[in-house]
């Protein structure tokens, strides 16, 4: 079965940018039909999707966030990536990367903690 | 503040049912039958436990359903049992921009 792991720099420091790398296992992220996702969520608090991404690079992002975030994909690594530019101590966040066609999510990472301090 | 509006938290004793609201509009909930539920444990990944509304994930208790009407959609956990203590969040499919709009998350303890 497919699964996630995500990796990245877990302190970043305010108006850096925050890169995090999602590798995918058991299956190819070529695999038609489906979208590759960040989500976030605050500390002790809700889910806030951020944006995903199809193999082909086809890009959808929150619009509350687009102007700050890029998606990538490498299929060659079977992996995907998010970058987000200024960071503030806002973006402090459990950061999650997910699969799933295009209006759920059925396999998650783990979750990896960003947080943003100098 | 979140999209789809949910009850902070909801309780009930073993045995009993519980429904969890999330309310959107017409841009997300209303129109689109795509509506998904997640459970998440502290400090774990939340598990998606609903799709498509009604649809069970395999490996999923029928204790869990999920059903719709105009803007809002509920999920209702039948026979509740001590494991079900967790956090529930909704998502609906809303179209282009964004695609994928969240609850802000329900906590559901069983007494």
């Known amino acids: 079965q497919v699964q996630l792991q995500e990796s990245g720099p877990g302190l970043v420091k305010p108006s850096q940018t925050l890169s995090l790398t999602c590798t995918v296992s058991?299956?190819?992220?070529?695999?038609?039909?489906?979208?590759w996702s960040w989500i976030r969520q605050y500390p002790g608090k809700g889910l806030e999707w951020i944006g995903y991404?199809?193999?082909?690079?086809?890009?959808y992002y929150n619009p509350s966030l687009k102007s700050r975030i890029s998606l990538s994909v490498d299929t060659s690594k079977n992996q995907f990536s998010l970058k987000v530019n200024s960071v503030t101590a806002a973006d402090t966040a459990v950061y999650y990367c997910a699969r799933g066609p295009h209006d759920f999510c059925d396999f998650w990472g783990q979750g990896t903690l960003v947080t943003v301090s100098s | 503040q979140s999209a789809l509006s949910q009850p902070a938290s909801v309780s009930g004793s073993p045995g009993q049912s519980i429904t969890i609201s999330c309310t959107g509009t017409?841009?997300?909930?209303?129109?689109?039958?795509?509506v998904s539920w997640y459970q998440q444990y502290p400090g774990k990944a939340p598990k998606l436990i609903i799709y498509g509304v009604t649809k069970r994930p395999s490996g999923v208790s029928n204790r869990f359903s999920g059903s719709k009407s105009g803007n809002t959609a509920s999920l209702t956990v039948s026979g509740l049992q001590a494991e079900d203590e967790a956090d529930y969040y909704c998502c609906s499919y809303a179209g282009i921009s964004p695609p994928l709009v969240f609850g802000g998350g329900t906590k559901l303890t069983v007494l």
């Open positions: 017409n841009s997300d909930v209303g129109t689109y039958d795509l």
């Open positions: 058991g299956g190819s992220i070529k695999t038609g039909g489906y979208y």
């Open positions: 991404i199809y193999y082909s690079g086809s890009t």
